[in-house]
Every structure is written in C-alpha cells, then in structure tokens.
C-alpha cells in the first residue's frame, strides 16, 4: 500500500513537472538580419539575460530572418504556432512588416518593437533610442567639422538608411537641421544621396564607389546614418588606396567595434552610442509586464512612434557621440573593453595608450 502511495505521489510530481513545462511563457525575438552585427552579437545575448533576472521562468528563442522580410513572417507564424506569449520584433523590412503584425494581432499574440520601426500594424510599444536625437548628434557633429573646412562648397555625399522607415526619416530630419543652413548658404553641395536597401554595408560601399566614380574622386564628406553605411564609405575609401583621414566620414550610430576601431585609426570620425544593454533590460522590463498581465509599465513609456496604423506607445532611450576625443566613455559605460577595440590595431596612438 505504501509502495503504491509512493508511486502515485512521484507519478503526480512528473506530471506536474511535465505541466510546468508545457506551461513555460515562450517569448520569440525575431532579429532581422546578419549584415547589422549588433543584434546577434549584442542585442540577443543582452535581451536573454536580462530576460533571465526579470522573468526565469520565461524560454526565450532567438531567430534570425536574415534579411529575408518573407521568411520574417513565417517566423512569426511559427512563433504563434508554439505557443508564443510575446513576441519582440526587429523587422528586416520595416515596409514590409504589416501581414507579421496582422499575424501576431489575429493570435492576439503583443508585440513588442525593438530597435527598427514596423509600419502597418498593431504593437503593444516600441523601445528605441530617440532617432530624432541621433539625427541632431550627426548633423551637429557633421555641421562643426564642414564649418572648419576652408574650402566652399564642401561636396558631401548622403548615405541614407532604409526608406521609408521611421528611424531613417527622423534621422534625415535632425541632420537636416543643421545641414540644410549649411546648403542654403552655398557652404555644402550634396553631390549624391541614396537610401540604402535594409541598411546593407555592401550597397553603401557600392554608392561610395560609384559616387566617387562620378564626381573624379572629389567628394569631401560621407555622411551615413549607422555604422554600417559609414563602414561602406569607409570600404570604398581602402579599396581606392586612400589613407585615413584623406576623406570625412562622419554620421556614424551603434558603436559597434567596428567603428569604434575605424575611430580609433582615424577612418571615421563619430559614433552615436546606443547602450544597447540598456535596450535589452528595458525591453525585458516591458516584456515582462505583459508576460505578468500588467502591460506595458506606463512609467517606461515617454513618447510615440506613428508607423501609420497607430501610434505606438514608445520607450525613447537617450544617445551620446562619440569622437576619439571621448572613446574611453565606451569602456567606462561596459559596452565595450579596449583589448577589444584595439584588437587587430594595437599600433594606434590611443590603445598604445591604453594596453
């Protein structure tokens, strides 16, 4: 009899175990593809463990659209077959993000926004750093340097992001406050310009070559909009033999190590720096909350993000620039260490300094 209790009791205790398991929050975050390294060396690894401390018992899974805003959808159709509780989207296609939205809005499966806007859709909020305040940064910093050139008229070469998408708008805007002054007055001449399909290196590199093709190599200034397409300018500048600092690349945003190490050589001049930690554990936060039947936390929210379905309730998170002048504020912030800036680069005069 009590062999019998026993094996009653621990056939209880599996299946409550078995229960539990079964009943463990799924929350899918969908990155949106592999060119922008920050989201699968960065962002990823950054959500996970702060999702760690603010809900262990949620599974995270991580997935990779690789650019493909097609196979994007069909992971979030897969995400709500599994059973998704929330699903945090990075679209690969901000364009093209509406039938993901519709998608998770039938399940009534919340989503939450990270990093890239999603036009035509529902969204529970959208954590993102102020791109109106990265556009401003790159456009002061752009403006201060083009007004110490002796020469007139600058020719400048815009290398947008992705059209149509909120954060490339925003950046266009606050560059253009202190640009457009600077075309008005006949100090800078824009002698090309041109978004950048889903933000990729590789075409910003192909519009810095052809752009310099066109204009016989006199281009002053690359002004981007993320350090990918400021490291495209950067690519066109060595594979035309020139030497760092022969060319002004300049807009740059993410500090990722990359740029950070084009900064420390002289290549491009600024970084905008998102503490993308500081993403990851306000995402958690509001994650979180959801997964608890709270909703989103209203003391996160402090703005809106239109993506012309709604307005999305919007945690802004603040930005800073990063020069060579303050690049220690990187390794003071934890985002990165100077043995991992300065790998591959050791000779430079600022990790000389700073072995």
């Not at 340097?145 to 805007?173: C, D």
């Not at 066109?236 to 002004?248: D, S, T």
């Not at 290549?267 to 990851?280: I, M, R, T």
């Amino acid at each position: 009899m009590r062999q019998a209790t026993r094996n009653i009791t621990a056939a209880a205790v599996l299946a409550a175990i078995g229960t539990a398991a079964v009943a463990q929050d799924k929350v899918f975050f969908l990155l949106p593809n592999t060119t922008t390294t920050r989201f699968e060396s960065r962002d990823a690894p950054f959500f996970v463990e702060a999702m760690k401390k603010n809900a262990p018992s949620a599974k995270v899974i991580v997935q990779n659209a690789q650019g493909d805003p097609a196979r994007q959808q069909r992971l979030v159709e897969d995400a709500i077959a599994q059973g998704a509780k929330v699903i945090v989207y990075t679209a690969a296609d901000a364009n093209l993000a509406a039938g993901s939205l519709a998608a998770a809005e039938a399940a009534k499966v919340p989503v939450v926004l990270y990093d890239h806007d999603a036009v035509g859709g529902k969204a529970a909020a959208h954590v993102v750093f102020d791109s109106l305040s990265v556009g401003r940064a790159q456009g002061k910093r752009a403006a201060e340097l083009i007004a110490k050139m002796s020469k007139s008229p600058v020719k400048v070469a815009r290398v947008k992001g992705n059209q149509g998408e909120y954060g490339t708008g925003q950046y266009e805007a606050g560059q253009n406050e202190f640009l457009k002054p600077l075309i008005d007055s006949g100090k800078v001449k824009v002698v090309c310009e041109q978004y950048t399909q889903n933000w990729d290196p590789v075409k910003a590199q192909t519009f810095a070559e052809d752009c310099l093709t066109r204009n016989g190599g006199d281009v002053d200034v690359f002004l981007g909009m993320n350090d990918g397409t400021t490291g495209g300018s950067v690519a066109a500048l060595i594979g035309r033999g020139m030497k760092p600092g022969q060319k002004l690349v300049t807009g740059g945003q993410d500090a990722t190590v990359e740029a950070l190490r084009y900064i420390a050589q002289g290549w491009q001049d600024n970084s905008v720096l998102k503490d993308l930690k500081v993403e990851a554990n306000r995402t958690a936060d509001v994650v979180a909350a959801i997964l608890q039947g709270k909703g989103v936390p209203a003391s996160l929210i402090n703005g809106k993000v239109n993506n012309k379905f709604m307005d999305v309730p919007a945690v802004f998170l603040p930005v800073s620039n990063i020069t060579i002048d303050n690049l220690a504020d990187v390794v003071k912030a934890g985002v990165w260490t100077w043995p991992q800036i300065c790998q591959g680069i050791e000779s430079t005069p600022i990790c000389q300094k700073n072995k």
